[in-house]
C-alpha cells in the first residue's frame, strides 16, 4: 500500500507520542479534552462517527495502552507510534440461527452464491441443475435445466443481471435470475471441466459483456456472452488450472497445477508473466479487490433491508464502481495471495514483481481457500489441517490460528464489514468466527454431512451454505 512503512495515507493515520509526557500529548490528540490517552483512545472508540481500530508495533489495543505495552518490551525514552485505521461504518450482525432448509436438489449442492447486491441466491449441484431461490420468502424459485452433468462452477456478473454456470462436461451456460431462462447459446469449447469462471469488473466495462473460464484442459478461455462465441483462448499451463481471477487493472490470472501463477492481459491475451515458488499444485488464490470486483457498484453500508437491484445509468453504475475499487485498491497495485498443496501460502504483488512479497508457512495440511477481507487488510486460510488461520493483507504476517473444527474446512466467507468469518466444514457444521477476538463465535450444527459450499451475503443479511446432504440451508441472526 506505498512504501511509508507499508502504508499509506488514506489507510493508516501515525500519530506519534512520547512516553513521559503520554498525559499533555492526550489532552492534543484530535482536541479531545481527556486527562490521559487511554480515555482518548476509548473516547475515539466510542463516540468517533468513523470507528477506529488503533495498534503500537502491529498488537491491536483493546483493552488499554497499558496494558498493551506491559506485553512488550518497550524503553520510556523511545517515541511509540501509535497507528490507527478506520474500520468500516456499517457493522453485520453474526448469524445466529438456521431461518429455512431447502430441499430440491437430488445430490451434493457443490456451490453457493449470493448476487452482488444480496437480493438472489443461486446454487450449483451435482444433479446437473443450477437452482434460484427466493431470499423474501426463502423458497425454491427456479430450477435451470441445461447441463448434462455436475455443475461445477457457477460466478455472478457485478451487474447481478447474470449467471454463468460451467459443469463437468466443459460447458458453460448463462442464466437470467429474474425469470431462470437460460440467455444466448451453451458456450463450447473446453475439453475438460470447467474449473473457474470470472467476470470482467464493472468498472472496466458496465455491460458486463465479458467472462472468462478455466478449466482442466490446461486452457483459459475469454467469452464474449453477447455474440455468443470465444473471443480469445490462452494457453501457456502444463496442467489443469484450478483458480482463475479478473482483476481490476485489466489483468487475468491464473493458477494451475504446473505449480506456476500466470498473469494475461485481458484485452488481446498477451501474457505479461509467470509467478513461481510453489512446490506443489497451485489450489486457490484471491485478490486484494476481489469484494470490490465481485460488489460493483454495491455499496453495503446502503442497504436497504429488501435488497433491490442496481438502479443508474451505465456510466453512474461504471463510476460508483470505480471509486469502490479504488478506494480498496489504495495508492499501490492491487496484491494477490496463492495457497497451494505444498501447505504454503505466497504473497504477490503481480504487476510489478514475479518475486513474492512473503511466503508464509504454518499450516500442516493443504489449503483449501484463500481469501482476503473485504478491507484488504486481513487474509484467510482454510486447510484440511482442520484449522483457518489470520495473516496480515500488506506483510504476509502471521496473525493466528481460528481452532474449533474436527475435520478438513472447505469453505469460507468473509462478511461485508471484515469484522466476522464464517467456516463450511468436513465436520458438518458452520462456524461464525470474531476476527477482533480471534476467536469462535457462533457454532451452527445443522447440516447432516459434510458442508462443501458456503457464502455471506453481501447486504449481510444471511449465510447460505450446501453440501452433501443435498439440502440447501439459510442462516440469519
Not at 478449466?215 to 494457453?235: A, F, H, P, Q, Y
Request: contains cysteine; glycine residues 8%.
Amino acid at each position: 500500500m506505498g512504501s511509508d512503512g507499508g502504508t499509506h495515507e488514506g489507510w493508516l493515520k501515525r500519530r506519534k507520542f512520547h512516553l513521559p509526557t503520554a498525559q499533555q500529548a492526550a489532552s492534543q490528540v484530535e482536541g479531545c479534552p481527556c486527562t490521559s490517552l487511554d480515555e482518548g483512545i476509548a473516547l475515539a472508540l466510542q463516540e468517533d462517527p468513523l470507528p477506529l481500530a488503533f495498534y503500537v508495533h502491529d498488537a491491536e489495543i483493546v483493552s488499554s495502552l497499558g496494558k498493551t505495552l506491559e506485553s512488550q518490551a518497550v524503553e520510556t525514552e523511545k517515541v511509540v507510534d501509535i497507528i490507527y485505521q478506520p474500520q468500516a461504518v456499517f457493522r453485520v450482525r453474526a448469524v445466529t440461527r438456521c431461518t429455512s432448509s431447502l430441499e430440491g436438489h437430488s445430490e451434493a449442492v457443490i456451490s453457493v452464491a449470493f448476487s452482488p447486491t444480496g437480493k438472489y441466491l443461486a446454487s450449483g449441484s451435482g444433479d446437473t441443475t443450477v437452482r434460484f431461490w427466493d431470499l423474501s420468502t426463502e423458497t425454491p424459485h427456479f430450477t435451470c435445466k441445461g447441463h448434462r452433468h455436475w455443475v461445477l462452477s457457477i460466478s455472478w456478473s457485478p451487474d447481478g443481471k447474470k449467471l454463468a454456470s460451467g459443469c463437468k462436461n466443459g460447458q458453460i451456460l448463462l442464466w437470467d435470475p429474474s425469470t431462470g431462462k437460460q440467455e444466448g447459446r451453451t458456450l463450447t469449447g473446453h475439453s475438460k471441466w470447467i474449473t473457474g469462471l470470472s467476470w470482467e469488473p464493472l468498472h472496466a466495462n458496465p455491460e458486463c459483456r465479458y467472462v472468462a473460464s478455466s478449466s482442466k484442459d490446461g486452457s483459459v478461455r475469454v467469452w464474449d456472452t453477447t455474440m455468443g462465441r470465444c473471443e480469445r483462448i490462452l494457453t501457456g499451463h502444463t496442467q489443469s488450472v484450478t483458480c482463475l481471477r479478473w482483476g481490476g487493472d485489466g489483468l487475468l490470472y491464473s493458477a494451475s497445477q504446473d505449480r506456476t501463477i500466470k498473469v494475461w492481459r485481458a484485452h488481446d491475451g498477451v501474457l505479461c508473466r509467470t509467478l513461481q515458488g510453489h512446490g506443489h499444485w497451485v489450489n486457490t488464490m484471491a485478490l486484494s479487490t476481489d469484494y470490490a470486483l465481485r460488489t460493483g457498484a454495491f455499496e453495503p453500508a446502503e442497504v436497504s433491508v429488501n435488497a433491490q437491484d442496481l438502479r443508474g445509468s451505465l456510466q453512474e453504475l461504471k463510476e460508483r464502481a470505480l471509486s469502490r475499487y479504488s478506494l480498496v485498491r489504495g495508492q499501490g497495485p492491487e496484491r494477490l495471495v496463492s495457497g497451494s498443496d505444498d501447505f504454503t501460502l505466497f504473497l504477490w504483488s503481480p504487476a510489478e514483481d514475479k518475486k513474492p512479497l512473503a511466503r508464509m508457512t504454518g499450516h500442516q495440511a493443504l489449503i483449501n481457500q484463500v481469501l482476503f477481507s473485504p478491507d484488504s487488510r486481513l487474509i484467510a486460510s482454510a486447510s484440511f489441517d482442520k484449522s483457518i488461520k489470520l495473516w496480515d493483507g500488506r506483510t504476509g504476517k502471521y496473525l493466528a490460528s481460528l481452532r474449533g473444527h474436527v475435520a478438513a474446512v472447505y469453505q469460507i466467507a468473509w462478511s461485508a464489514d471484515s469484522r466476522l468469518l464464517v467456516s463450511g466444514s468436513s465436520d458438518s457444521t458452520l462456524k461464525v468466527w470474531d476476527i477482533k477476538a480471534q476467536k469462535l463465535a457462533i457454532d451452527l450444527p445443522g447440516h447432516a454431512d459434510e458442508v462443501y459450499a458456503v457464502d455471506w451475503s453481501p447486504d449481510g443479511q444471511r449465510v447460505a451454505s450446501g453440501g452433501k446432504d443435498k439440502c440447501l440451508r439459510i442462516w440469519r441472526r
